[in-house]
């Protein structure tokens, strides 16, 4: 067998972690207490800590909601930037809380960029009682679209785990 020179096999390397699925990267394994399960049919289970989370890009958004007082500040990664980094696509995605409670989320949601995953409100990480650790949050104040029944429902606050569904 003819020696081939580690130069040329890290080119090829390189070629194939950039390839098709370059939105598809591996993400580091969480190091810290998993906040958000995330599962697609045929592809990766994927857990992120909140190291991990804050690794995306953030998107802070400021609104009233109807479960809080005043206008707030949440701070998060949107469902558009998470889908995108994890190369994943589907009809919806189904949204899991702590107490069981789920709702589906048509793709419409991730593409339009408006629903956030928050992490902080008002530069605070929210505790379990405070509707956290992870809060789906819409711009309510933007349309009132966001504030009928249904965008109220899918604002699903203890988060904790995400289907992706094809
Ligand atoms: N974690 C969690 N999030 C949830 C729910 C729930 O039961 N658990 N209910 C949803 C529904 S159906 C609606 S209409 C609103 C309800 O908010 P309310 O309980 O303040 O009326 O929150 C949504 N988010
Ligand atoms: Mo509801």
């Given at each position: 067998?003819?020696?081939?020179?580690?130069?040329?096999?890290?080119?090829?390397?390189?070629l194939v972690a950039s390839g098709?699925?370059?939105?598809?990267?591996?993400?580091?394994?969480?190091?810290?207490?998993?906040?958000?399960?995330?599962?697609?049919?045929?592809?990766?289970?994927?857990?992120?800590?909140?190291?991990?989370?804050?690794?995306?890009?953030?998107?802070?958004?400021?609104?009233?909601?109807?479960?809080?007082?005043?206008?707030?500040?949440?701070?998060?990664?949107?469902?558009?930037?998470l889908m995108t980094r994890i190369?994943?696509?589907?009809?919806?995605?189904?949204?899991?809380?702590?107490?069981?409670?789920?709702?589906?989320?048509?793709?419409?949601?991730?593409?339009?960029?408006?629903?956030?995953?928050?992490?902080?409100?008002?530069?605070?990480?929210?505790?379990?009682?405070?509707?956290?650790?992870?809060?789906?949050?819409?711009?309510?104040?933007?349309?009132?679209?966001?504030?009928?029944?249904?965008?109220?429902?899918?604002?699903?606050?203890?988060?904790?785990?995400?289907?992706?569904?094809?």
């Amino acid at each position: 067998m003819l020696p081939i020179p580690r130069a040329l096999l890290l080119a090829m390397a390189l070629l194939v972690a950039s390839g098709p699925g370059a939105t598809a990267q591996p993400l580091p394994g969480p190091e810290g207490p998993v906040l958000l399960t995330l599962s697609q049919p045929g592809g990766q289970t994927i857990r992120l800590d909140r190291a991990a989370l804050a690794a995306f890009p953030a998107t802070s958004l400021r609104t009233t909601t109807i479960w809080t007082a005043g206008p707030q500040t949440f701070t998060g990664v949107t469902l558009r930037d998470l889908m995108t980094r994890i190369g994943a696509g589907g009809q919806a995605l189904r949204a899991h809380a702590v107490n069981d409670y789920a709702i589906d989320i048509p793709w419409s949601d991730v593409t339009s960029g408006t629903a956030l995953i928050a992490y902080t409100r008002n530069g605070q990480p929210m505790s379990v009682r405070d509707k956290g650790p992870l809060w789906l949050v819409y711009p309510y104040d933007s349309d009132p679209v966001f504030r009928q029944e249904t965008h109220h429902a899918r604002s699903v606050w203890q988060l904790d785990r995400i289907e992706v569904i094809p």
